[in-house]
């Protein structure tokens, strides 16, 4: 479930990428159409110049203030994530709370019925050794499962943490791209620059923010290998817990067998 929901936090980012995709894609139409035939004259170029420098401003407005609300919905869907994947771990620790709770008392009514097979005082002493190496191995186990999960916990809010200031600077890298282009292009309209050689600047300049997108949104896909790394980890370690608890089982289990059920003496041939 954490796996499918930091997937779901995967596709939400890399959907705002395409969204400010989009935007800049607004931009290339505009760029690349925008130039209206005239004569050469220095007014026709200054009309021309602040034609290109109020459509600029308005489209880029526009597309400003969509980023800005996509952001907002972006971080109001992190919010109710890190809610829900909070409420599901006291949720799964309250389950496992309860499990151990039942497993324990369990073991105590086997650990009562097994006291009253014992017929003297050796046998007592060895079902109290037994009760003591079984409630050590759980102990135990617990103890590698608790540290296995917690490990994974701290690993998964790591990536997530990561995957989110890669998202959100990606993004502050592209506004501030576009922006510096467009503040870049106002002022050659108010230099009179030839509109022309502003829409080829602008549209190189949008261009490259595009490229820088691509690179962050390839980048930011790449955390599922770590992600995979953290889930074989915590699975080698909890099998390592279950193993290691098996074997310790399987020896108190055979010392208080040999107390309670003791091989026959072979009799001897003299």
Do not use: H
């Amino acid at each position: 479930m954490i796996l499918v929901n930091l997937m779901m936090n995967s596709k939400r980012a890399i959907s705002l990428l395409v969204i400010l995709f989009l935007a800049a894609n607004l931009f290339l139409p505009f760029i690349s159409s925008a130039k209206a035939e005239g004569d050469d004259s220095v007014t026709d170029n200054r009309q021309k110049n602040n034609s290109f420098c109020a459509k600029t401003i308005e489209v880029f407005s526009m597309i400003d203030q969509k980023i800005i609300d996509r952001m907002s919905v972006l971080e109001k869907k992190r919010t109710d994530r890190t809610t829900r994947l909070e409420e599901r771990r006291l949720e799964r620790e309250d389950r496992l709370e309860k499990n151990r709770d039942r497993w324990q008392e369990n073991l105590q009514e086997r650990f009562k019925k097994l006291e009253e097979k014992a017929k003297d005082d050796t046998q007592r002493q060895a079902i109290i050794a037994f009760q003591k190496a079984v409630s050590d191995a759980v102990r135990i186990r617990q103890a590698a499962f608790d540290v296995a999960l917690e490990e994974f916990r701290t690993g998964l809010k790591q990536i997530i943490a990561s995957r989110k200031s890669s998202v959100d600077s990606a993004i502050e890298v592209f506004r501030a791209s576009v922006r510096t282009a467009i503040e870049k292009a106002k002022a050659d309209c108010a230099a009179g620059v030839d509109s022309s050689t502003v829409r080829s600047a602008l549209k190189q300049a949008i261009q490259s923010a595009r490229y820088t997108y691509s690179q962050a949104r390839k980048a930011v896909q790449t955390d599922k290998e770590a992600l995979n790394g953290l889930i074989e980890e915590r699975k080698k370690d909890i099998r390592a817990a279950k193993d290691a608890f098996k074997a310790s089982l399987e020896k108190a289990k055979a010392d208080l067998k040999a107390v309670l059920q003791p091989e026959p003496e072979e009799e001897s041939e003299d």
